[in-house]
């Protein structure tokens, strides 16, 4: 099944990506749930790919889906600057798979398999 629900209305499941997406700009690694993170494999790698374009067109595109926040108060970069400035120009030589699925277990509560997401260095 490709596009996933994750027990989710539409609108919520926008959110939830487009905060997902933030938090991985900005940390560049994150623990989610293994679902989640096979999902967000598919919106890291489009993103990824307008950062490498690097034009005016991709970088409003990239505003319309994630949170542009400060990534660290002391720099004042946005998340969008982070994503155009480092992260889009470190895979120009590289034609997708910017982004790596690692699992790491079970969430003690429900026992929901967890699972890291990063950037490949």
């Known amino acids: 099944m490709h596009n996933r629900k994750l027990g989710r209305t539409a609108d919520h499941r926008k959110a939830l990506f487009r905060n997902l997406a933030t938090d991985m700009i900005r940390y560049e690694k994150i623990e989610t749930t293994e679902k989640k993170a096979l999902e967000m494999r598919t919106i890291m790698d489009e993103l990824v ?37 480092e992260i889009g120009p470190r895979y120009t030589t590289r034609n997708g798979g910017y982004t790596r699925v690692v699992k790491t277990g079970v969430r003690k509560g429900d026992a929901a398999p967890m699972a890291y997401i990063e950037f490949v260095k």
Do not use: E, I, W
């Not at 307008?50 to 970088?59: E, I, P, T």
């Open 49 to 85: 790919t307008l950062a490498k374009k690097g034009d005016l067109h991709a970088r409003r595109q990239v505003l319309s889906f994630v949170h542009d926040g400060p990534v660290d108060n002391k720099a004042g970069k946005t998340v969008v600057q982070k994503l155009f400035d």
